[in-house]
């Protein structure tokens, strides 16, 4: 398997280049999605000149308005991060990234929440985005972007991996001339996907698809993949991926006895009421694809969305 090509804040690798010449090792980014990780490594503070060790940064000002100032001595370093940042996120689009990991709560890196302290003293509000991720959210939409502490959260780290994948499988279709016929495979194989993620965008994307012909392709891989990412940002809840395993149960209408499919709709209920993780009824249903040969399924990324070992669906 291509390894995923994802952008990280350094300092998540173990990389000593935060203000106190420390990091903020990650194991579980480092260490077991890293082995299914080429990284794009970046430290902006320190990229954009700025030594090791070097003195605290903050972002000060108002809830709309802040720059990004040293601690101590209010030197101000947002224009030099935002030259900076130009640069980076200018060779950042010729990698053709699957997804990013920022630091949470920098004034450079994090995400959301990053404290805000008025000029003149009193309470910081956490409203603020850093300077470096608030220019990258703006340059890549619909990129799969998260914070590290956000993927400690079992369910957004399972919807963050999933878009990754998604979008690896996407840089990989451009990556070949694109068909009408391939263009359709694609969204075959994600349609349980997509369903547990968002029906009505499902049917739109399926209205688009069929119109594929008509549309310059450039205009219908943008539309495409807009709806793509925004569907699947919509989290695949309990009762929508019921949906979909009953549904996938109607594919063995006549494989299976009346006995094994009892045992599974209550696997299937278990699962809906919180008492097991999903990947207890996908074991069984890949199980019954691979014992009735069940072709169209067996290409279903829903029921293999990402590398087990992840454990991505072992939660409940
Ligand atoms: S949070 Fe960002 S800027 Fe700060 S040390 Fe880590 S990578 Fe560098």
Redesign the pocket.
Known sequence: MEKLKLGI???LLGNE??YDGGH?YDNWVAKTLGDYAEYVVL????ECGLSIPREAMNLKGKKDEYRMLTAKTMIDHTQKMLIWSETAIAKLKEEQLCGYIL?SK?P??GMERVKIYPLHGGAAGKTGVGIFARELLSAFPLLPIEEEGRLHDPGIRENFIERVFIMQRWHDLLSRKVTAAEIIRFHSIHKYLLMAHSPQHYREMGKLVAEVKQHAMPDFLDEYLKLLMTATARHATPSKQQNVLLHLLGYFKTDLDSFEKQELIQLIAQYKDGLIPLIVPITMINHYVRKYDKEYLATQVYLHPHPMELKLRNHV
């Open positions: 804040s350094s300092c280049v935060r903020k430290c902006p503070e320190h630091k920098s450079s890196c």
